[in-house]
């Protein structure tokens, strides 16, 4: 089978998959925190050394991937892994980089599952534009009180703890935002009901609405305006490797259409016989190939030190080329498994939506591509 990862990065994957696959009948039915709690305990969300040690391999993002790849290989429900992948990319990565040491030693906790992080960025107006949010942290003596509200935040509804963008100065600078991270149960914060989703539903999503929400400067990450640049950070990684918990289930899907078309009589004959077939085959393996070589790579720079200022139009080509094959490769699935694939208790179904979802979430596709022409010198207008 593909084996398009670095070295010893399968043997991670091959040992999360095995370590996971007992818990996936266990947890089968169980809600959403149970199965955050029984997978972190696996180490998934377990950040390694900021740098890995002379000769090491992997190094700790790329293993972090390959764990990520594992519990989804293993059949970890896809919203779970996403969440995962969400935290530990999207959060936890970036916040190490951002927050002093002994800061972080008081939130690295939430590695070991007993506390569960969320992003609070996206308005009801919009979120591609972060320079227009309303949600506003005023100073108030050594603190500040936060108002607004903040939606379509994945796992809002059970958080512990919130990273929050909000506006502290005027107009559109790059220093009118700051963020902030404190417990979700800090008197003012409101949790809305979570959303009904028809795209990974093993994970909630919600809103979270600020009333007079008063914050110590301690919550404060980083300096005062310094938000935009902390929001650069988290959403250059989570484009640059968020997708990896679509790796797993990509993984399986290929496999399981191999093996049916194998063996499956078509024609008088066995429908892997087909050149059509086998076509549809080939391009399901070169987009998992594709998908998965664009993720380590990106993965290997990180490791290797490359700043994410300097990875921002290489992560967004990857959240596009990745997004865009999931989907391609669901598509081919489809159309081999034929009215299988809309029959939930058959042996060949298709998630059409969650892949789809994968073409809006951190940044829609259509924007991200705006950005990347714009790296290239084109004078694209919003």
């Known amino acids: 089978m593909l084996r398009s990862g670095p070295d010893g990065a399968e043997a991670v994957v091959d040992e999360y998959r095995d370590l996971a696959l007992p818990l996936v009948e266990q947890l089968a039915g169980k809600g959403f925190r149970d199965q955050w ?30 764990m990520i790849e594992g519990i989804g290989l293993a059949g970890v429900d896809p919203g779970v892994v996403y969440a995962m992948a969400s935290q530990v990319f999207g959060m936890e990565y970036p916040l190490r980089a951002a927050l002093p040491a002994a800061a972080w030693q008081d939130v690295a906790r939430i590695q070991d599952g007993g506390e569960l992080l969320c992003h609070a960025l996206t308005e009801r107006k919009g979120g591609s534009d972060p320079l227009s949010m309303d949600t506003r942290a005023r ?28 506006r502290t100065g005027e107009g559109r600078s ?25 795209a990974l539903p093993g994970v909630p999503m919600g809103e979270l609405v600020f009333d007079g929400v008063r914050l110590p400067a301690g919550s404060l990450v980083g300096g005062e305006g310094s938000g935009l640049a902390l929001l650069t950070s988290t959403t250059t990684w989570e484009r640059a490797l968020l997708l990896g918990y679509a790796l797993g289930p990509m993984r399986r899907t290929l496999r399981r259409l191999t093996d049916w078309a194998s063996e499956r009589g078509h024609f008088g004959r066995r429908m892997g016989a087909s050149h ?37 139009a290489e992560a967004a080509l990857t959240k596009i080329s990745v997004s865009e094959d999931y989907v391609r490769l669901t598509e081919h699935a489809t159309a081999l ?31 991200l591509r705006i950005g990347v022409a714009r790296e290239f010198g084109l004078p694209v207008e919003n």
């Open 37 to 66: 709690e029984a997978l972190a305990g696996l180490g998934v969300l377990r950040l390694g050394p900021p740098v890995p040690e002379a000769g090491a391999a992997p190094g700790s993002v790329t293993r972090s991937l390959a």
């Open 139 to 166: 100073r108030d003596g050594d603190g500040y009180v936060l108002e607004g509200a903040k939606t379509f935040i994945t796992a809002a509804p059970v958080a512990d703890l919130a990273l929050v963008f909000a």
């Open 174 to 198: 790059p220093f009118s935002l700051s963020a902030f991270l404190f417990p979700v149960s800090t008197p003012g914060v409101t949790r809305a009901d979570a959303f009904a989703k028809t």
């Open 276 to 312: 059509q077939v086998a076509s549809r085959i080939s391009d399901m393996a070169l987009v998992l190939h594709r998908s998965r070589t664009l993720l380590y790579g990106m993965a290997a720079r990180l490791d290797a030190g490359t700043p994410t200022r300097r990875l921002s």
């Open 337 to 367: 498994s034929g009215v299988r694939a809309f029959i939930a208790d058959s042996e060949l179904p298709a998630d059409l939506h969650s892949p789809m979802a994968a073409l809006t979430y951190a940044g829609p596709n259509d924007l």
